[in-house]
């Protein structure tokens, strides 16, 4: 039988199928939004030509760049209380080239079955597909829900999750995380932390609590990109040990090879930002977006948000009426209705707003006591 996480992928492949298609409906789950923020964030990246970004005639190397690997391992320093350093960083042309990277090293080093929490970004179940590695739940639920059950084995081995649970906006209780660290120096077992939509904590706290998983036998991926939102550049980083520092930075390097220019200076310009006034200012106007569609009547029920620009939430409508992705996309049960509603995405929120004042079919409409 098809693993649940492939079965997962095949809903994505067919949204994406539908997604690009004229006329398509409106897809308030989108991967793409948008912002007041970004020449603030930019600054003179926002609109200078490429060929005066700088000598476009070289190769652009973001591993053999120590300036910004030095600053990004200051950033984590700064943010997480951790102590980081430019040997513990691999910096990459975004979260999908380096998950690429680790699914290769997973397969070069013999490691053809991981465990997992669920759910993981598709793009891994992706990888993990077409690599023949076989991916093994080690939970039941998601690890928010009050039901989550954890079963660790109890043997060395490879353990991937992703923190915040992107698609509610959920972050990984420090309960769990410590749990799996006690794990980790018990078996000596490896953890690969998919910590893209990190530090966009609503609460206003920078600190992300898997920064605190043994460094020595962690991983983390962390995406300028997400938590500034500014997805035509890439840039991403991996926080590895010391000890496979190389190896993976090498290997990421002959898969990959350097990335333009643009994103070697995009990669300096995120580092400055959070170094400086951070992604405040972002962060605030997802949640007065939050507040617009919460007050708009358009949802019958959410889910609380603690962290990033993604909602969970039950439309007051049928959710069939707009392209949206539910529960089957995450390997989620229950929750009958809910969809992930991109924050930033104004059109998909402005159509989901307009539903506020439609009458409902009388099927839907609330029965009177």
């Given at each position: 039988?098809?693993?649940?996480?492939?079965?997962?992928?095949?809903?994505?492949?067919?949204?994406?199928?539908?997604?690009?298609?004229?006329?398509?409906?409106?897809?308030?789950?989108?991967?793409?939004?948008?912002h007041?923020?970004?020449?603030?964030?930019?600054?003179?990246?926002?609109?200078?030509?490429?060929?005066?970004?700088?000598?476009?005639?070289?190769?652009?190397?973001l591993?053999e760049?120590?300036?910004?690997?030095?600053?990004?391992?200051?950033?984590?320093?700064?943010?997480?209380g951790?102590?980081?350093?430019?040997?513990?960083?691999?910096?990459?042309?975004?979260?999908?080239?380096?998950?690429?990277?680790?699914?290769?090293?997973?397969?070069?080093?013999?490691?053809?079955?991981?465990?997992?929490?669920?759910?993981v970004?598709?793009?891994?179940?992706?990888?993990?597909?077409?690599?023949?590695?076989?991916?093994?739940p080690?939970?039941?639920?998601?690890?928010?829900?009050?039901?989550?059950?954890?079963?660790?084995?109890?043997?060395?081995?490879v353990?991937?999750?992703?923190?915040?649970?992107?698609?509610?906006?959920?972050?990984?209780?420090?309960?769990?995380?410590?749990?799996?660290?006690?794990?980790?120096?018990?078996?000596?077992?490896?953890?690969?932390?998919?910590?893209?939509?990190?530090?966009?904590?609503?609460?206003?706290?920078?600190?992300?609590?898997?920064?605190?998983?043994?460094?020595?036998?962690?991983?983390?991926?962390?995406?300028?990109?997400?938590?500034?939102?500014?997805?035509?550049?890439?840039?991403a980083?991996?926080?590895?040990?010391?000890?496979?520092?190389?190896?993976?930075?090498?290997?990421?390097?002959?898969?990959?090879?350097?990335?333009a220019?643009?994103?070697?200076?995009?990669?300096?310009?995120?580092?400055?930002?959070?170094?400086?006034?951070?992604?405040?200012?972002?962060?605030?106007?997802?949640?007065?977006?939050?507040?617009?569609?919460?007050?708009?009547?358009?949802?019958?029920a959410?889910?609380?948000?603690?962290?990033g620009?993604f909602?969970?939430?039950?439309?007051?409508?049928?959710?069939?009426?707009?392209?949206?992705?539910?529960?089957k996309?995450?390997?989620?049960?229950?929750?009958?209705?809910?969809?992930?509603?991109?924050?930033?995405?104004?059109?998909?929120?402005?159509?989901?707003?307009?539903?506020?004042?439609?009458?409902?079919?009388?099927?839907?409409?609330p029965?009177?006591?």
């Amino acid at each position: 039988m098809t693993p649940s996480l492939f079965r997962m992928l095949e809903w994505h492949e067919l949204v994406e199928a539908e997604r690009q298609q004229p006329g398509a409906r409106v897809f308030v789950s989108d991967y793409n939004g948008g912002h007041p923020f970004i020449e603030d964030y930019l600054g003179e990246l926002a609109h200078t030509a490429p060929g005066r970004l700088a000598d476009i005639s070289r190769y652009s190397g973001l591993d053999e760049d120590a300036s910004l690997r030095a600053k990004i391992a200051e950033m984590h320093r700064q943010y997480d209380g951790a102590a980081y350093t430019p040997r513990h960083v691999v910096p990459g042309g975004g979260s999908s080239g380096l998950l690429g990277t680790f699914a290769t090293w997973l397969v070069l080093t013999g490691r053809r079955r991981v465990h997992y929490v669920p759910p993981v970004y598709y793009k891994l179940a992706y990888l993990f597909r077409r690599m023949g590695i076989e991916p093994v739940p080690a939970a039941r639920g998601h690890a928010y829900q009050p039901h989550f059950d954890l079963r660790l084995p109890e043997q060395r081995t490879v353990l991937v999750l992703t923190d915040p649970v992107w698609y509610a906006g959920k972050r990984v209780p420090a309960t769990v995380l410590e749990q799996i660290g006690a794990w980790q120096e018990r078996t000596g077992s490896l953890v690969f932390v998919d910590g893209t939509f990190q530090y966009m904590r609503w609460d206003g706290q920078r600190r992300e609590r898997s920064a605190h998983l043994p460094r020595d036998k962690t991983l983390r991926l962390v995406c300028p990109t997400k938590y500034l939102s500014i997805h035509g550049y890439r840039c991403a980083h991996l926080l590895v040990p010391e000890r496979l520092r190389e190896e993976v930075a090498e290997l990421h390097m002959n898969l990959h090879g350097d990335v333009a220019v643009s994103d070697r200076l995009f990669a300096h310009r995120a580092a400055d930002v959070m170094l400086g006034e951070g992604n405040r200012a972002l962060v605030r106007h997802v949640r007065d977006n939050h507040r617009a569609l919460v007050d708009s009547g358009a949802l019958s029920a959410r889910m609380p948000v603690e962290a990033g620009f993604f909602l969970f939430a039950r439309l007051r409508v049928p959710h069939r009426w707009f392209l949206a992705l539910d529960g089957k996309y995450f390997e989620l049960d229950g929750h009958a209705g809910y969809i992930r509603i991109n924050l930033l995405n104004r059109p998909g929120l402005e159509a989901l707003m307009a539903t506020a004042d439609v009458p409902l079919p009388s099927a839907l409409r609330p029965v009177s006591a």
